[in-house]
């Protein structure tokens, strides 16, 4: 089975900044996506942003216009872990982000499943 670990998220004033992270774990046998979700009070969950095709040398880089400029997502391979620089944060910005991801473990491959990560509170107030 695989299973998905965040960290990083808390409390920031607003302009400052936050790194998350998210690591894999099991057997993980190739990663198709990985990235990062938000769900703000009262809203939809929406796309952060995300790394697809991820373990091509031609892997995209999708990232909301809300938070282009300010957030970029990375990725290591090799520890199957992705990033979210989080900087100028904003009240808005404040959410429970969820870490995505879509692979193949050892059990299903070459079909890839769907996880999701427990959630990671961010709050940017002053």
């Known amino acids: 089975q695989v299973q998905l670990v965040e960290s990083g998220g808390g409390l920031v004033q607003p302009g400052g900044s936050l790194r998350l992270s998210c690591a894999a774990s099991?057997?993980?046998?190739?990663?198709?996506?990985m990235g990062w979700y938000r769900r703000s009070p009262g809203e939809e969950r929406e796309l952060v942003a995300i790394i697809t095709r991820a373990d091509d040398a031609d892997a995209t880089t999708n990232i909301a216009d809300s938070v282009k400029g300010r957030f970029t997502i990375s990725r290591d391979n090799a520890k199957n872990t992705v990033y979210l620089q989080m900087n100028s944060l904003k009240p808005e910005n404040t959410a429970v982000y969820y870490c995505y991801t879509k692979l193949a473990h050892q059990d299903n491959w070459p079909t890839t499943e769907n996880y999701w990560g427990q959630g990671t509170q961010v709050t940017v107030s002053s």
């Open positions: 099991g057997s993980v046998v190739s990663v198709a996506a």
